[in-house]
Each structure stands twice: as structure tokens, then as C-alpha cells.
């Protein structure tokens, strides 16, 4: 019997996850007119996206951050709102103040731009942490405390935030536990040559984003959300998930590994990816594909680690590789455990 009510005009799990697929394949299309060669990262948003989560975009800038988020917002028909984040951006430029009104003479809530579906957060890391501080929340709990009242977010609810390198000016690095809030981290990288031969001919000319057009819906997303969270997980691999978080914190190059709330993120990510799969259950494989951009950016590798100059996100991700190639998946009915071919 079906009791989430986001499920009840599903017919079976079958049809509906090859219904899910679809959906993300119109998504996909639609990013894919703007965002071209990139199939990794736009599938890594769209899983973040169908898992209830939030996204972190990471790279130099022009490499196309904002146009990917502002790409898989606009694919999708629901309330949209972008924050620029600068050092002057107060808390309540961001969830909204109370603001007295003469005629009732009474204070009345006027909402930030934080209410809104989907939230692009543009270069988050060059805001002062009280600015950054007012998501927390918002992130977490999907609501707004404003002067003692709380507010809820109607869901769906996702921030896509970008940032630069923390290596460039006027970056500062977001605190641990705004880190931590975040489901997943993506790098854009450089085009290849083909692509950005591609994005001369298409770019040069207009703006790319004035042909993207919804292809599906906000209720659409919720119901989608809801299939996800029926995903079957055995308890093999949910042994594996706490296995390998259990890893990032004994790890002799880590001075803090990955918190219990990267292991429910990582859970709904595999459940997510696995739907996109067209599966109504998880592998190991899936667990592992978002292991790294789940993890990575949760990590603070030792200082000494970084003294080389390698950053610190490919420290990470070389840290979670080894832990990937370590931590064995264990059998079905606890036998020997067994290294997962990957």
C-alpha cells in the first residue's frame, strides 16, 4: 500500500521509475541546449535535485557555473530567485525582514528572495559568514526564523550556489558547517575544444538562456522526490555507506572526516542515482559514483597534507579514491567481505 501522498497517483514502481527517467532525460535536453559536454555534472544536479538536496558549484571563474544553474532552473516551471552574494549582503537580504506598516501600525513580514523553489546563490564565498549563516536553516529545516517566527519554504526547495576557488581574490572559504549543508559539490571544468567551438557558434551571437523553456513542473518534482525515497537500499549497503564514512574519520591524512548527516546525503544520492538508472533498488556502483562529489568537500585534509600546494579539494578527492579502493562491499548474508570491482 501507498502511504507517501506525493505517491498516490503513481501506478507501479516499474512504470514509474521509467516515467522518473524520462522526465530527467526532457531536464537533461533542455540544460544540455546551453550546457554543452558536461554530462557528468548535469547529472550529478539533476540526482542532487530528485534527492532533496543542495548543490555546490566549484570553479574558476567563466567556465560556466551561474549558466548551468540558471539552466536547470529555468527547465523546471517553479518560483526562481537569485541572491548575488557580496560582502555588504546583510541576513535580511536573504530570508526577509519585518518591516512596520503605519496603516495597521504593526510590524509585517516581507520574505527574502530565499523563498522561492529553487534559490541560485551566485559566488556564495564572497559574502561575510553572517550573510552565508542566514541559509543554514533554510538549508537544514526548510524554514525561516524571522523575529521569533518561524516560516516554512514550500518544497520543492533547492539552493544552487557557486563559487570560486578560495585561492582567488576576495574569496573566503564557507564555514564547516555550511560545507556540510551542502548534498553535493561538482566541478565545472574547462570545455573541450569541440565544445567550446560549439559555444562560439551558438554563445556568440545571443544569450543561450532566452530558449530554455520549463519541461516539467514543480509538482512533477515533488512526486518524483517522493519515488526516490522508495528506492530499495539492502542493508549490505547501507553497511558500506557507514563503512566508508566510518573511513574518511580514520583516515591518517583527514583532521575531520564526513559527518552523519554525509551519510544520509549519500544514501538519498544513491537512491537517486540508481532511479535514474531506471532501477528500483541500489548497488554498491551507485553508492560509489557519488562517494566523492557527496564527500570530498566535507573533509579537512591534516595542514601538513597541504603544504605541497595541491589543493584542497583534490587532496580530498584523492583521499576518498583510496578510501574507494579500501573499503571492501560485504556479501549478502555477512559472509567474507569482497573488494568491489570498480
Not at 25 to 45: C, F, L, N
Not at 130 to 137: D, G, N, P, T, V
Not at 206 to 229: K, W
Request: glycine share 8%; net charge negative; proline share 8%.
Amino acid at each position: 500500500m501507498v502511504t507517501d501522498p506525493g505517491l498516490r497517483h503513481w501506478r507501479d514502481p516499474v512504470t514509474d521509475i521509467g516515467h522518473l527517467a524520462e522526465v530527467a532525460g526532457r531536464v537533461r535536453a533542455s540544460v544540455e541546449t546551453v550546457i554543452d559536454g558536461k554530462g557528468e555534472a548535469i547529472t550529478t544536479a539533476l540526482v542532487v535535485l530528485l534527492s532533496e538536496g543542495h548543490l555546490l558549484i566549484e570553479d574558476v571563474p567563466g567556465v560556466g557555473k551561474t549558466m548551468l544553474a540558471k539552466a536547470l532552473a529555468r527547465s523546471i516551471d517553479a518560483r526562481v530567485r537569485r541572491i548575488q552574494f557580496t560582502p555588504d549582503l546583510l541576513p535580511g537580504d536573504v530570508t526577509g525582514v519585518s518591516v512596520y506598516n503605519q496603516g495597521t501600525r504593526d510590524f509585517e513580514f516581507r520574505p527574502g528572495p530565499v523563498f522561492a523553489n529553487i534559490v541560485v546563490g551566485d559566488e556564495i564565498n564572497r559574502a561575510e559568514p553572517k550573510a552565508q549563516s542566514a541559509l543554514l536553516e533554510c538549508m537544514e529545516e526548510h524554514q525561516v526564523t524571522v523575529d521569533g517566527v518561524t516560516y516554512r519554504l514550500e518544497p520543492p526547495f533547492m539552493v544552487i550556489a557557486t563559487q570560486n576557488p578560495v585561492e582567488m581574490e576576495g574569496t573566503r572559504a564557507l564555514p564547516e558547517a555550511q560545507r556540510d549543508r551542502f548534498t553535493a559539490r561538482i566541478s565545472m571544468g574547462y570545455p573541450s575544444p569541440a565544445a567550446e567551438m560549439a559555444m562560439l557558434d551558438s554563445h556568440g551571437s545571443n544569450n543561450p538562456l532566452t530558449g530554455v523553456t520549463p519541461v516539467t513542473d514543480a509538482a512533477e518534482i515533488i512526486r518524483l522526490v517522493a519515488l526516490v525515497r522508495t528506492v530499495h537500499v539492502s542493508p549490505e549497503v547501507r553497511q558500506y555507506i557507514v563503512d566508508l564514512v566510518g573511513a574518511t574519520r580514520a583516515h591518517p591524512d583527514v583532521s575531520l572526516g564526513a559527518s552523519p548527516r554525509a551519510a544520509l546525503h549519500l544514501i538519498r544520492t544513491a537512491r537517486a542515482r540508481a532511479a535514474l538508472d531506471q532501477r528500483a533498488f541500489v548497488l554498491p556502483d551507485d553508492v560509489q559514483e557519488m562517494a566523492i562529489p557527496v564527500l570530498a568537500h566535507r573533509l579537512l585534509a591534516h595542514p601538513e597534507i597541504l603544504l605541497s600546494g595541491e589543493p584542497a579539494t583534490e587532496v580530498c578527492g584523492r583521499i576518498l579514491a583510496d578510501i574507494l579502493d579500501r573499503v571492501p562491499v560485504v556479501r549478502p548474508g555477512g559472509a567474507r567481505p569482497l573488494r568491489h570491482g570498480r
